[in-house]
């Protein structure tokens, strides 16, 4: 995998940020990545039960959780460098939703009965939820339940609640229950799991999240779906280059053809400039400066049209064998090709963008449309 110590030169990260970068890679390493990947591939959560509990027992689902409720109290830079290095891996594992939007979900919008209930069974490993921040236009608030329908879930069906966002933008933590009925989705991402949601007077407990909760929530989630492809396609290259340097052709190694050359380099430019504007990205976005939602924007967005050239780039220098199962490319390649449709596309980013930089008219409650995943 990709050398730590020159992937973190010039991001500054502190020593305990170090070590934990380290722990955790050592820890995703003890099992070859592809194989884990493939045996839940091919059987499902079940087969990665073990590997979750020790990353539970790492202390993972207790990072965002404040100390007062049993946490960690960390920072959303340690989480940006976890999610980093669950895509260098491929792996299976849960985070984005499960250990670090609805933790900090609850944090800041929930009530205090609500923190005494959900927090501290989340940082023990004892609650795992599914969550999804978009507004589901199938999904109505009538009383005290929900009715309709919740589409493209990640990190469900198996799960023992869910954060959801009804047609009017209001969120609800949904409890496992009879009344909410899981369909499971096969998609082009093997590495991990999504499912529709089906509500018939589910029970559910409404959060009150304001404006600037829902932007940092929203810029969050961007931020470690661009952590996620940033160590993806670190994986994707260092593949590519260690191929090129082993595989021979006209008797000597492919890596030394000037087209793989110029390649090769192009696209470690490109992923450099990337992997900076993450990084300020991310340290924005932990020091909760007034930037972080442009600039998370902005890395998701930059990210996702780097990913497809770096996939693209990686599959021409392995040749025909970048289209097999064995080479194990297409784990790394399809998990960046989910990432780009997840909170939001590039084109829809790029207009945020120059709304939020002045450029354009930000768009009206009427122009604007739920994105689909």
């Known amino acids: 995998m990709i050398d730590l110590a020159a992937s973190q030169?010039?991001?500054?990260?502190?020593?305990?940020?170090?070590?934990?970068?380290?722990?955790?890679?050592?820890?995703?390493?003890?099992?070859?990545?592809?194989?884990?990947?493939?045996?839940?591939?091919?059987?499902?959560?079940?087969?990665?039960?073990?590997?979750?509990?020790?990353f539970a027992a790492f202390g993972a689902p207790a990072m965002l959780v404040p100390e007062a409720f049993g946490g960690h109290g960390l920072g959303l830079l340690e989480v940006a460098i976890v999610a980093?290095?669950?895509?260098?891996?491929?792996?299976?594992?849960?985070?984005?939703?499960?250990?670090?939007?609805?933790?900090?979900?609850?944090?800041?919008?929930?009530?205090?009965?609500?923190?005494?209930?959900?927090?501290?069974?989340?940082?023990?490993?004892?609650?795992?939820?599914?969550?999804?921040?978009?507004?589901?236009?199938g999904l109505s608030w009538r009383g005290r339940v929900l009715q309709g329908a919740a589409r493209n879930i990640p990190e469900a069906p198996d799960c023992d609640a869910a954060l959801l966002v009804d047609r009017d933008g209001k969120?609800?933590?949904?409890?496992?229950?009879?009344?909410?009925?899981?369909?499971?989705?096969?998609?082009?991402?093997?590495?991990?799991?999504?499912a529709d949601a089906q509500l018939e007077d589910a029970q559910a407990e409404p959060l009150v999240l304001d404006a600037q909760a829902w932007q940092q929530l929203t810029a969050l989630e961007r931020l470690l779906l661009a952590a996620d492809s940033l160590g993806a396609c670190e994986s994707l290259l260092d593949l590519a280059v260690a191929y090129a340097k082993e595989r021979r052709q006209f008797g000597r190694p492919i890596g030394s053809f000037q087209a793989i050359k110029h390649l090769c380099a192009d696209l470690v430019a490109a992923l450099e400039l990337a992997r900076s504007l993450f990084w300020r990205a991310a340290r924005s976005l932990d020091a909760g400066t007034g930037e972080a939602a442009l600039l998370c924007a902005q890395a998701k967005s930059q990210l996702d049209e780097v990913s497809r050239a770096v996939a693209r780039g990686a599959i021409e220098v392995h040749g025909a064998m970048g289209f097999t199962?064995?080479?194990?490319?297409?784990?790394?390649?399809?998990?960046?090709?989910?990432?780009?449709s997840l909170r939001d596309p590039p084109t829809q980013l790029r207009r945020e963008?120059?709304?939020?930089?002045?450029?354009?008219?930000?768009?009206?409650?009427?122009?604007?449309?739920?994105?689909?995943?």
């Open 9 to 54: 030169a010039g991001t500054g990260l502190s020593a305990d940020q170090r070590m934990l970068q380290e722990a955790l890679d050592r820890l995703l390493a003890t099992s070859p990545p592809l194989e884990t990947t493939r045996i839940f591939a091919r059987s499902g959560r079940g087969a990665v039960k073990a590997t979750e509990a020790t």
């Open 84 to 137: 980093r290095l669950l895509g260098q891996h491929a792996s299976p594992l849960r985070f984005m939703g499960c250990h670090a939007l609805a933790p900090w979900a609850i944090a800041l919008g929930g009530d205090p009965a609500q923190h005494h209930r959900w927090l501290p069974a989340i940082a023990a490993g004892g609650c795992r939820l599914a969550a999804s921040l978009r507004p589901h236009p």
């Open 171 to 194: 969120a609800f933590l949904v409890p496992a229950q009879p009344g909410l009925r899981w369909t499971a989705l096969e998609t082009v991402d093997a590495t991990r799991q999504f």
């Open 325 to 340: 199962d064995a080479s194990g490319l297409h784990f790394w390649v399809n998990r960046t090709v989910v990432n780009r």
């Open 353 to 373: 963008i120059a709304a939020l930089s002045g450029w354009l008219r930000p768009p009206q409650p009427s122009e604007s449309t739920p994105n689909e995943h």
